[in-house]
Structure formats: structure tokens, C-alpha cells
């Protein structure tokens, strides 16, 4: 398998569906759809909408209504960097090499942009009662894996930890709990809501929250590293972003040579236990251990 074809496919094909999901650019409020694309398209690894496809394919999954989830956690991502970049958060600039949302369009539409993203991700997954209504049961459960995923017990929840520990040094716990959720839970929800759509059982929904736990943390752990070791021109965002803000990372906690030894343990454990479900997925193997030892 030459995984670049492979990946470069499944981009592709993402960023179709993206373009599809997208909301007319008309009416009185249409800037506000113009800054919603402006977000949505800006690029970057499709990391999410991805996992939820490999997860789909892994249990056997067929069917459209796998597309309209897609959108929808693409677009949850990316609000939630819209906000995150907002001068009351990281008041950060540039995201994916170009100029961030809120500069582009200011700071009220940047907020109104991301809230926007955030509502119209869940009208787009509810399309899928009307592509699949012999599968409603599957695309409530997804929702809801989706909803609780994004909220304060998720990514919601680990963003308000982060945000009152800026400054501040915090325990090594307090750090797992905030990347647990803030970037794990939209990892797990991504390959739940496949697994689901495909019919998987509840225990097999449970594993792959388990395998993804371990690969957002993992992630995490490296977006730490290439913080300090990476350049803002490959990155395409600022770098020692975390310094600057005073923020306890893995680094600053543990090192890079031993937050770099815990990436490797997290990711062949995950990739062990992918293993265990007795399912073959090549490409999804392939792309854990390209997420996690990637450069930008």
C-alpha cells in the first residue's frame, strides 16, 4: 500500500463532501456562510472525518449516511479552532498557514462564525434520517456520542480546564484530564460514530473508544513537541504558542525525550489492541502511526 495515494484519495474525497454540506452563500446573513467556508476549507489533515470513515469500513459499513457525520465532526473540529484562536483564548493569527478567522472577518463574526459551524454541524447530521430512516436507531446513537463528545463533559469540559490552568503549573493528572478531552473526545467520538453507523456492538464501540483515548493522547503529546521543536513555515501556525501562553505541556512536565518514548508506547498499544478486534483495516494501522510521528 503507498499510504500517500491512499491518504491523498481519502482527502479528496472528504473535501467533496465538505463542499456538498455546505450552506448556500445567500440571504442578508451570508457573510456569515462566507466565514463559515473560510474555516471549514482552510485545509489541514481531515484527521476526524477520516477516522470516522476507516472506523465505518472497519465493521463492514455501507451507505450514505455515513457523509452528513462526516461534515458534521469537520465542522465541531473546526469552530472549535475558530474560537480557540480568538484574541480572549490564544489570539492567534494564522491557522493552517493563512490568517485566522477573526482577523479575516473580525472579532464578532469570528465568534458568530464558530457558533455557526457548531449548530449547523448537528442540522447536517440529521440529514441522515432522511438518506437512511431504516437506520435511525444507529444515527441517534451517533448523535448522541457526538453531542456528549462536544460538550462539557468533552471537548467543552477540557477546553474550561485549560483555560483556568493558563499560568499556572498544574499536576500531570490535571494535564491528562485536559488533553483526555479536549482533543481525545472528538477522536473517540470520530470513530464511535463509524463504528456505530456500521452496526458495531456496544463492546466493539467500546474498544474503539478505548484505541482512539490513546491515539488523541498521543497526538497531543506530539503537537507538544513539534510546539518546540517545529517551524511556524511548516507548522503553517505559530510556534512555542504554548510558552508564550504559560501553558504546562508534556514537554515542560516530562521532557522530549521521554513525552516522544510515551507516543510510541500509546501508539503501538493502540495499535495492539486495533489488532484484537479480529478486523483488518491496513490503512487505519498505517495512518495511527502517521498521526502520531507526523511533522506538522
Known amino acids: 500500500m503507498n499510504f500517500s495515494e491512499e491518504y491523498n484519495k481519502r482527502i479528496e474525497e472528504i473535501e467533496g463532501i465538505l463542499t456538498r454540506f455546505l450552506p448556500p452563500k445567500e440571504g442578508e446573513q451570508k457573510v456569515i456562510m462566507e466565514a463559515m467556508e473560510y474555516s471549514l476549507m482552510a485545509g489541514g489533515k481531515r484527521l476526524r472525518p477520516m477516522l470516522m470513515l476507516e472506523s465505518f469500513r472497519l465493521f463492514g459499513g455501507s451507505g450514505e449516511a455515513i457523509e452528513p457525520f462526516m461534515a458534521a465532526i469537520e465542522m465541531i473540529h473546526t469552530y472549535s479552532l475558530v474560537h480557540d484562536d480568538l484574541p480572549a483564548m490564544d489570539n492567534d493569527e494564522y491557522r493552517r498557514g493563512r490568517k485566522t478567522t477573526h482577523v479575516v472577518y473580525g472579532e464578532d463574526m469570528g ?32 448523535l448522541k456520542i ?34 483526555r478531552l479536549k482533543t481525545g473526545a472528538l477522536i473517540e467520538a470520530s470513530v464511535m460514530a463509524g463504528a456505530v453507523l456500521a452496526g458495531a456492538s456496544d463492546e466493539e464501540t467500546r474498544q474503539m473508544e478505548q484505541i482512539a483515548g490513546k491515539i488523541g493522547l498521543a497526538f497531543q503529546i506530539q503537537d507538544d513537541i513539534l510546539d518546540v521543536t517545529s517551524t511556524t513555515e511548516i507548522l503553517g501556525k505559530p510556534v512555542h504558542s504554548d510558552e508564550k501562553n504559560e501553558k504546562t505541556t508534556y514537554v515542560t512536565w516530562k521532557g522530549l525525550e521521554t513525552s516522544g518514548n510515551e507516543v510510541g508506547r500509546l501508539t503501538e498499544e493502540a495499535i495492539r489492541q486495533l489488532g484484537m478486534l479480529g478486523r483488518d483495516n491496513e490503512y487505519l494501522e498505517a495512518l495511527f502511526r502517521w498521526l502520531v510521528y507526523r511533522e506538522k
Open 146 to 179: 457526538l453531542a456528549e463528545k462536544s460538550g462539557i463533559y468533552g471537548m467543552i469540559g477540557g477546553q474550561v480546564v485549560d483555560v483556568k490552568a493558563s499560568g499556572r503549573k498544574i499536576s500531570g493528572d490535571v494535564l491528562n484530564f485536559i488533553y
Open 111 to 142: 465568534i458568530l462564525a464558530g457558533d455557526a459551524l457548531l449548530n449547523y454541524a448537528f442540522e447536517t447530521a440529521c440529514k441522515a434520517f432522511n438518506m437512511e430512516p431504516e437506520n435511525s436507531l444507529r444515527i441517534g446513537k451517533a
